[in-house]
């Protein structure tokens, strides 16, 4: 072992100390508007779909990876007792191609806007994933959104910053530590995702398979 028995010591510390951090921060879900927050997104995510629209997600690093995971759960499925009809959902950060292309011609900030100006529908909704609440290539991804007709989520950090303005619903996890608040963005996403899947089969949108 080449760690000594009080850096080791205080290894084990840091860990203890960041699950705690983590545990007590997910706990705050239960207080507050969280829990209404998410049953709203849900909801609004459900009717359009059930209007024939997509839930089109994006966001940068860890938060593009979010994106595509959980668009993931819906285009094939969350849960494995629960076999249904595929959800309409798709992740912006589609290829190297597309992102290295608007990167270059348009520059990195309109990477988002510009598949939003081709893709989206009025009846579409965008969830743009952001840490910080300040990732410009999302805000405008969201102005443009806006523009289109569509409705606007944002799963935040910190105190939501610029992009918070943009979205009709968002959903701020009080932290300033981008890895803490990526952990409960992806447990509120799957939250999302499922009571999205149980609201469409509910109405009998999708159907178990």
Known sequence: MILSSEENA?????VRDQFLTAIELKKQFLTGNFVEILVSMADRVAQSLMQGGKLMICGNGGSAADAQHLAAELLVRLRSHKNR?????????LDTSTLTACANDYGFEH???RMVQALAKPEDILLGL???GKSLNV????????QTGVATLGFLGHEGGS??????????????DPNRIQEVHITAGHI???LIEDVLIVKKYIHLI
Do not use: F, G, H, V
Not at 10 to 14: H, R
């Open 10 to 14: 205080k290894l084990l510390q840091s």
């Open 85 to 93: 009809e595929a959800i309409a959902a798709i992740p912006l950060a």
């Open 111 to 113: 990477i988002y806007a």
């Open 130 to 132: 952001s840490t910080s």
């Open 139 to 146: 805000i405008n991804a969201l102005k443009s959104a806006r």
């Open 163 to 176: 992009m918070k303005d943009y979205c009709d619903i968002s959903l701020i996890i009080p932290s300033q």
């Open 192 to 194: 999302l995702m499922d």
